[in-house]
């Protein structure tokens, strides 16, 4: 995405964020996780900021949680608990020649087409702050609607997790929200100027069939820093702690300017 002058302040918050995570994961013990299902169905959902309506398979919970602790949208909200989320962000001037050069918007097209090969069953999510009438917000709407595994999460209006309205975050970090989502059991953060590949389906497989919850990918000699920020993922279904460390993280990181 384009270059801003604190980015390596987000390199270091993202590692900080996910190294007291750890610590406090190492700190903790294991417990039990309950979670209640009534059943599944496909419904025709109307998506909250696009006109039109599309058939997803929605799940009833009871016992787990509220919309306002999620964080996308009311549609994404209606497919209920288990999520596996690969999660985005839009931002930046669609003017520029750098934001037309990196391809930002067909890199939405490109994952999404090879979305169900990287990730069965996944949920691709993309974070954005757009008007009504924008026309990349039609485009996206034109996706969208189009699609079952397309989630549109703006950033003036979420849930409530982390906060409703996140226009004055850091763009670079809306992708971060799924981990605090009770209704995401796994969070992969990506960049749209990248595509899916073979080899991080293969590094990714790897690690969803060990008993790990945290998975970071380093595999050029310019991977120079501890974690990139489009480059790592974290599962929630195996320790019931998980979350609960990620949101006391999140918390601790929000002392930081950039939050």
Known sequence: ???????????????????????????????????????????????????????????????????????????????GPGQKVVSFALYGDRNSTHWKEKGYFEGIRGNLETMEKMLPEGIMRIYFDLEPGDLILDELCHLACQSQVLDLCHARKLPGTPMKDAHRVFPMMWRFFPT????????????LDSRFSEREKTASNEWLQSNKSFHVIRD??????????????????LNPLVRKQWRQSWIKSKKDPIL
């Open 1 to 79: 995405m384009p270059s801003f002058k604190g980015g390596w302040r987000v390199g270091v918050l993202c590692f900080g964020v996910c190294y007291l995570f750890l610590i406090g994961l190492h700190r903790s013990y294991h417990g039990n996780l309950v979670t209640l299902l009534q059943g599944k169905g496909i419904s025709k959902v109307p998506m909250e900021h696009c006109n039109c309506s599309r058939p997803l398979r929605t799940t009833q919970s009871v016992g787990v949680g509220r919309y306002n602790g999620t964080s996308c949208s009311k549609d994404a909200f209606s497919r």
């Open 180 to 191: 605090l989502d009770w209704q995401v059991d796994q969070c992969f953060s990506r960049d």
């Open 220 to 237: 050029h000699p310019h991977h120079g820093v501890p974690m990139l920020g489009g480059m790592w993922a974290c599962r929630f279904d």
